[in-house]
């Protein structure tokens, strides 16, 4: 293992250490949704084994516990089907492991891709949501569809949406607009998906991630990966979003 980055928060450094160690953080040449060719790619969906399920919830919990500007504060824990459903059960688990006195009693929820008609029924599995401080969790923020859909029925059911975290910021400017006359590479600055999400809802509900594409890049200058830093310092300085 590297040694840590000076740059680096000691659970930032851990986590990319298990992200690169085990292939989940990629290096080479990526078609993104977008049709950008990405020189890395982050697979949250290879967190499948148990340490290393852990080792993301962990990091989860770290970054929730030290935000304080605002204080995060929250009732549930709501992921967005699919792949928010185990980020939402591993993190409450390992925030009542590491603050039990703040998060000791915090629940989860998610939701179904459709209403169930039979049962209990209804479109949220898990805390209900009504008068709760909800916090959403997910692996990124693409085009931040999937994120105002999970807003929208958050309020549906009542609840108060307090903050939303993600795994990664590429730190990246949304895809060009073609019908507004925007190119990939018209060299204009424009906001990230996050950032969107940022403005939108205002700065009483953070949008914050465990890592950064900044951090990825400390993190392969601590290990000497001078090839990589390059390819992702050159897709930074083409992409870089202006928020």
């Not at 690169?20 to 967190?47: A, C, E, H, V, W």
Request: hydrophobic share 40%.
């Amino acid at each position: 293992m590297s040694s840590p980055s000076p740059l680096l928060e000691p659970y930032k450094m851990d986590l990319l250490e298990t992200c690169i160690s085990n292939d989940i953080l990629k290096f080479g040449t990526f078609t993104l949704k977008s049709g950008r060719q990405s020189p890395y790619f982050l697979n949250t969906g290879l967190f499948y084994r148990a340490d290393l399920a852990r080792a993301l919830s962990t990091a989860y919990a770290k970054t929730l516990i030290s935000h304080t500007n605002p204080k995060l504060e929250f009732d549930v824990i709501f992921g967005p089907a699919y792949k928010g459903v185990p980020l939402a059960v591993s993190a409450a688990d390992q925030l009542a492991a590491k603050a039990p006195d703040r998060f000791g009693q915090v629940s989860f929820s998610f939701n179904r891709k459709e209403a169930k008609d039979h049962g209990e029924g209804g479109v949220v599995v898990g805390a209900p949501l009504k008068g709760q401080r909800v916090l959403i969790i997910d692996d990124v923020v693409t085009a931040g569809t999937a994120k105002r859909e999970a807003i929208e029925l958050i309020k549906k059911e009542g609840g108060t949406l307090v903050g939303i975290v993600v795994a990664l910021d590429r730190m990246e400017k949304r895809p060009a607009d073609v019908s507004r006359g925007e190119s990939e590479d018209d060299g204009v600055e424009r906001e990230s998906a996050i950032g969107a999400l940022r403005r939108e809802l205002g700065p009483d509900v953070p949008v914050i991630s465990v890592l950064t594409l900044k951090d990825v890049i400390d993190a392969l200058r601590t290990r000497k990966m001078d090839k990589e830093v390059d390819a992702c310092e050159e897709y930074w300085k083409r992409y870089r979003a202006n928020d």
